[in-house]
Structures are given as structure tokens and as C-alpha cells.
């Protein structure tokens, strides 16, 4: 599957039906929703579980008697660190070393399209589930603290965990998901949703999830 085609053709797809389903829309009445959505990230690369923001805006394609299928944008980051044991590379005989302990900082920006779809069947209790390609951004730091020689190359621990190298990685993927939204009013809902994020890349995919809330407009 060659996922960068699939990511430009989707772009191109989902950004004509978008403008056209703005076109046609009734003045002042989109149909479209805005949302934020605040939990975790079950973090890439062995890191471990952090923080995990992102925004959402859906704009609806057409609609049938139980729901509507929406056009998906969601961009997002997250942030997760963890302290692993090293091995130091050592520029000189130093024996008697110890592994030293590193931190490792990650941090993740996600560039979502898809296709959503929406039960809207009862007034307040509303699923939805959603599809599509994305841009995964991986970008990392490590702290070794005082090491003789330093660490270079970057060390096999990190190496074998598929840890990006360098200042970091882009990647394209795939991602699914689920949630439920409960309609306070007409406009305002709040809600939970749970993501699946395939990162063709070793110990790359990942998982996020939280709490949202949002606005229709």
C-alpha cells in the first residue's frame, strides 16, 4: 500500500467535497462541529503514557435517515518522557563504567483527514465513528546528563525500541476510532473518543483518548 498516494488523494478528495458541501449549505446553518478534545497518549516507541491535546473541525458530506457522514480534519500533540538505562559509548578507555540513566523526551504533532460517521437517531446519546489517513511528526530529545565521551551513535536501547534518530521523523499512517457525544444544548456537546494511530515504523503505532467538548456551528 503506497499510504503517501492514498494521503494526496484523500487531501484532494476530501477538500473538494468539503467546499461543496459549504457552497450548498444553507445560509448561517453548515451543520459542521468544532471540538477539543484533552487526555493521553499511550506513548510510541516503548516511551510510556503522556499527555495528549488536540482540535477537530467536521464538516458534513451528506446525511441519511440514522446519521451523517462528516469530512475530518484534526491536528494534534502530545508530549511523553521516560528514563531508560544506557549504555555509555565511551571516547577512551574508562573501565569500571556504570549504565547511566537517560531521559527521553518525545513529542508527537498528528495531522489527521478522514471520514466521520455520526448516529444521530437519539437527541442526546450520539456515537460516531471515524477513519483516515494521517502525518504522523515525531520529534525527540534525550538527556544523558554526564557521560565520559558522551553517547554517540545514539544508543542500541533506544535504537531497538525504533526510537527516531536525529532531531526527529515524519511519517504517514493510518488511524480508527470511536466515540460518544451527549448534546447539552442544540449547540454544546461533550463527549469521549478513543484513537488507534498505524505508524508503519518499528513499536511506532499508538493509541490516544480523552475527553472532549465542542460546538456546533
Given amino acids: 500500500m503506497d499510504i503517501k498516494k492514498l494521503y494526496l488523494a484523500f ?35 516503548d516511551v510510556g503514557t503522556g499527555w495528549y491535546l488536540s482540535g477537530e473541525l467536521a ?11 462528516m469530512g ?32 527521553v523526551n518525545l513529542s508527537t504533532v498528528q ?21 483516515g489517513p494521517a502525518i504522523n511528526i515525531f520529534l525527540n530529545d534525550t538527556e544523558p546528563g554526564k557521560l565520559p565521551g558522551g553517547i554517540a551513535p545514539q544508543p542500541a536501547d533506544l535504537s531497538d525500541s525504533g526510537f527516531p534518530s536525529g532531531q526527529g521523523n515524519a511519517e504517514l499512517g493510518l488511524f480508527i476510532g470511536a466515540g460518544v457525544d451527549f448534546n447539552v444544548t442544540e ?20 493509541g490516544t483518548y480523552g475527553l472532549r467538548g465542542g460546538v456546533r456551528f
Fill in 59 to 69: 464538516i458534513p458530506l451528506f446525511a441519511n435517515e440514522t446519521g451523517k457522514v
Fill in 111 to 131: 495531522i489527521l483527514l478522514g471520514l466521520k460517521y455520526k448516529l444521530l437517531k437519539h437527541k442526546v446519546v450520539q456515537p460516531f465513528a471515524m477513519a
Fill in 72 to 103: 475530518l480534519l484534526n491536528i494534534g500533540i502530545s508530549q511523553a518522557d521516560d528514563n531508560i538505562d544506557v549504555e555509555p559509548t565511551i571516547n577512551g578507555p574508562h573501565p569500571g563504567l556504570l549504565p547511566t540513566q537517560t531521559k
Fill in 11 to 45: 487531501s484532494l478528495a476530501f477538500c473538494l467535497v468539503c467546499f461543496g458541501s459549504i457552497a450548498n449549505a444553507q445560509e448561517g446553518q453548515i451543520g459542521g462541529e468544532f471540538a477539543m478534545t484533552f487526555g493521553a497518549q499511550t506513548g510510541p516507541f
Fill in 187 to 206: 449547540k454544546l456537546f461533550v463527549g469521549v473518543e478513543g484513537k488507534y494511530n498505524w505508524v508503519d515504523r518499528t513499536n511506532g503505532s499508538f
